[in-house]
C-alpha cells in the first residue's frame, strides 16, 4: 500500500494527510502532546482538510490515529478552565457543531477508524462518521465521560447517539461515563465492525472504497433493527426519561447539575428534527461549563492527571523507574487475590503466596474466578481467558521469589507477623527486588526495622475492593530509595490505578483524615442523634455512603484498631467517644459477622439495630439541624487534611484532594478538601471552624496553616 501513496500535505498541527487510490487518509497526530485532542490547532487542521475533501480531492476518506493507545480524547479539556462565562462555552460548543457537521454532509463516504480511546468529542466525531471500524485492543474504548466533567456532550452526541443507538443505551453511556470495549460498542450498534488491531487500516480502506463504489450501505441514521422507532413512541419516550431521572436523583442526590440537563436535552431534543435538536447543546454545555460543580469536577481531572505524571522523586521518575514484570505477593487472602487480579489483568505474571497450599489455592481460586468475570465481562475470546489464569500460580513457598522485581506484603495487620514475612521475604528475593507492604495503619518504618534492605521497602496501601477502587497510596520513608518509588508509581499506575506519593505517619493520608470524621460521627451518635440522621446527612452532603454504614463495612474491630493507633500519635484532636468499644466488647463487628451498627439477614444489610442505643446509654433522642451535622463532620475532615500538609505527609494539596475523593469518598463536586478551602475562602473556613471550637473544644482548632491563609486571603491553587 504505502509504495502507491503519496502524501499531499504534511500538517504542522496534527492531522496528516496522505491520499491511497483516491481515498484520504487523515491520520491524527497531535505534536508534543501524549493524547490527541479537539484543540484549537487540530481543529483549524481539520477545516482545511475539509475544505479539500469538500472541493472533491478524495472519493472517501479514512480518519486514523497514529498516537498510540489514543484515538481522540475528546476536546481539549485545558481550554474549560479559561472559560469566564456561559458565553465561552456556548461559543466553544459551536465551532465543534460546525466543524462535525461540515463532516458529516460531506459528499463522500468518511470511515472512522479506531485504534485507542474515542471519548467525549472524540466519539462524537466518529458520530459525525459514516462508518465506524474499532481495532480489537486492549486500549480501545469508547465513551461519553462528560458527565463526570460535570458537562454534556457538547459535539453533537447528546443527539446524534440516541439516534443511533437507541434511548436507553445512549443515556447508559451519557449519564455514567462509562468507557465501552470495541465489542460492547458493537453490542449497542456504536461501532459497526470490531477487527483486529493489525489489520484496522487496510480494513478501513477497503470498506471506504466499497462505500464509496456503492458497494457497501452507509449507516447514516437510525440503525437497522434499533430500538429508537418504539423508544420514541411518547409514552415510551417520557417513561423512559422519568425512571433515568429517577436513577441520577438516587445516584447523585440532585448535586449533580449535568446529568439532569442531559435528560432535559435528550428529552426535547428527540421531538425536534436533528437540526433544531443540535441546537440545543451549545447553551446547556455554556451554562454547566462554568457551575462550581464543572469547575471542581475539572480541578480533579488534572489534579489526578498531574498524580499520574509525578512519580514523587527529585528527577526522571520514567528514567528511574524499573520494569515489573514478575511479582509474588504474600498473603492470598480477598486483598492479596485482589492484587494479583489487577497485575495479571495487564500483563504480568504473578505469585500468590500463602502458609499452607490450602490457603493458596483458596487465594488462587478467587483471583481464578474475578479474572474469568471480568474478562467474560469484557467478552474476551476463552484462549485469552486460560491465558490470563495462567499469569497468576500459588505457592506456599518462597519459589520463584528471586525472579521478581517487587513483592507485595498483604498479610494480617500485625506487626510481629509482617516482620517475619519482610525477614523471609528478603531470604528468597534478589537485592534488586522492591518490597511493598500492604498496610492501612502501620507506620512503614516500623515495618522497615526488620529490613536488611530498607531502602528497597514502600507502602502499597491499596483500597478494597483493589479491582475497583482507584487509588493507590504509597507511602516513603526517609530511607526508601528514588528507583523504588518510581517503580512502584509506574507499577500503581500500569495496574490503572491513580498513586499519590505520601511521607511515612501514623493512618498516612487517607486514614488520617477519616479518623476525626468518623469518631465525631460517633460523639453525635452519643449526643442523641439517629443512626440513620448520620448517614442520611452526610449523603446530602456528598459521600456515597454515611459514617454509620462505613463501620460497619469496614469492619468495628478494624476501625476501633485504628483510632487507638490515630489517638496515640495525635493525642485529644482525635476525640474518643466509648461507643466503639462498646460495639466491639459485645462481639459487633459490622458486616462480617452479621453484627453491627445495622441488622443483617443472609449477610443482607436491614435497619439500623435499636438495641445500639442501649449499649451506648440510651441518649435521649436528639434533632441536630442536618447542616450540623455536615459542618462538624465535614470541617473536621478538611481541617485533618490542611494538617497533612502542614506536617509535611503530603507533598502538596493536589495529592490531598486526589486522596480524599478517590480513596474515601470526599464528594467530587467540592473538589476535594484542599479546593473546598478554596472555594469557600479559608477566612470563612476558620471562622467556621472557631465557632465549633468555642462549642466543642479545641479538636476544631484550626490548622496554624489555615489561619495563615486567612490572614493573608491565600489560596492553595492560582486562579
Ligand atoms: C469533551 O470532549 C466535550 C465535548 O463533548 C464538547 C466539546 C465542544 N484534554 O490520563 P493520562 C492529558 S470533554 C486535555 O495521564 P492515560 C492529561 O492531562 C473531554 N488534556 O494518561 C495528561 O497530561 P499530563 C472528554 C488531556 O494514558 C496526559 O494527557 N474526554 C485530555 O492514563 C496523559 O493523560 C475526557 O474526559 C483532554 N481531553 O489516559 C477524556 N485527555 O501528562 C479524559 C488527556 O501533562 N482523559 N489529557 O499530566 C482520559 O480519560 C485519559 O487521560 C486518557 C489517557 C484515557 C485519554
Known sequence: MTDTMTAIEKSAAGVRMEMSDGIALLRLDEPDKSVNTLSAPVIEAMRTILDRLESGEARAAVLLSDKPGVWIAGADIEQFTQFTSAADGERATREGHKLLNRLENLPIPVVAAIDGVALGGGVETALACTYRIAADTEKTRLGLPEVQLGLLPGAGGSQRLPRLVGIRAALDLMLTGKRLDPRRAKKIGLVDEVVPGADLESIAIRIAGELADGKREPR??????????????????????????????????????????????????????????????????????????????????????????????????????????????????????????????????????????????????????????????????????????????????????????????????????????????????????????????????????????????????????????????????????????????????????????????PGFYANRILTPYMAEALLLLEEGVRMEELDRAMKNWGFPVGPITLYDEVGLDVAHKAAAVMREAFGDRMEESSVLDRMVEDDRMGRKNGRGFFTYEDGKKGKPDESVYGLIGDPEPKEVPEADVQERLGLTMVNEAVRCLEDDVLRNPRDGDVGAVLGIGFPPFRGGPFWYVDRTGAEQVVARLRALESRFGRRFSPSARLVEMAEKGETFFEG
Open 220 to 505: 447514516r441514521g437510525n440503525r437497522r433493527g434499533s430500538p429508537l422507532a418504539l423508544e420514541r413512541l411518547p409514552g415510551v419516550k417520557s417513561f423512559i426519561i422519568r425512571k433515568a431521572r429517577e436513577g441520577v436523583m438516587a445516584k447523585t442526590r440532585g448535586l449533580y447539575p449535568a446529568p439532569l440537563r442531559i435528560l432535559e436535552v435528550v428529552d426535547r431534543g428527540l421531538d425536534l428534527p436533528v437540526e433544531e435538536a443540535l441546537e440545543l447543546e451549545p447553551p446547556a454545555f455554556g451554562e454547566l461549563s462554568v457551575t462550581p460543580e464543572a469547575r471542581s469536577l475539572v480541578h480533579l481531572f488534572f489534579a489526578t492527571t498531574g498524580a499520574k505524571s509525578d512519580a514523587g522523586v527529585e528527577g526522571d521518575g520514567k528514567a528511574l523507574a524499573r520494569d515489573v514484570e514478575r511479582l509474588a505477593i504474600v498473603g492470598a487472602g480477598f486483598m492479596g487475590a485482589g492484587i494479583a487480579t489487577a497485575s495479571a489483568e495487564k500483563g504480568m505474571r504473578v505469585r500468590l503466596k500463602d502458609i499452607t497450599p490450602e490457603n493458596a489455592a483458596k487465594g488462587l481460586r478467587t483471583a481464578h474466578e474475578s479474572l474469568v468475570k471480568r474478562a467474560r465481562r469484557r467478552k474476551r475470546p476463552s484462549h485469552e481467558i486460560e491465558a490470563l489464569k495462567g499469569r497468576v500460580t500459588a505457592t506456599h513457598e518462597y519459589t520463584g521469589f528471586r525472579r521478581t522485581e517487587l513483592v507485595v506484603e498483604a498479610v494480617f495487620e500485625d506487626v510481629e507477623l509482617k516482620h517475619r514475612v519482610i525477614r523471609e521475604v528478603e531470604e528468597a528475593a534478589s537485592e534488586e527486588t522492591v518490597l511493598g507492604t500492604n498496610t492501612s495503619t502501620i507506620p512503614i518504618a516500623t515495618l522497615a526495622e526488620a529490613s536488611s534492605r530498607p531502602g528497597n521497602v514502600i507502602g502499597l496501601h491499596f483500597f478494597s475492593p483493589v479491582e475497583k477502587m482507584p487509588l493507590l497510596e504509597i507511602i516513603v520513608t526517609p530511607q526508601t530509595e528514588d528507583w523504588v518509588t518510581a517503580t512502584a508509581h509506574a507499577y500503581g499506575k500500569r495496574i490503572g490505578k491513580t498513586p499519590i506519593v505520601v511521607n511515612d505517619a
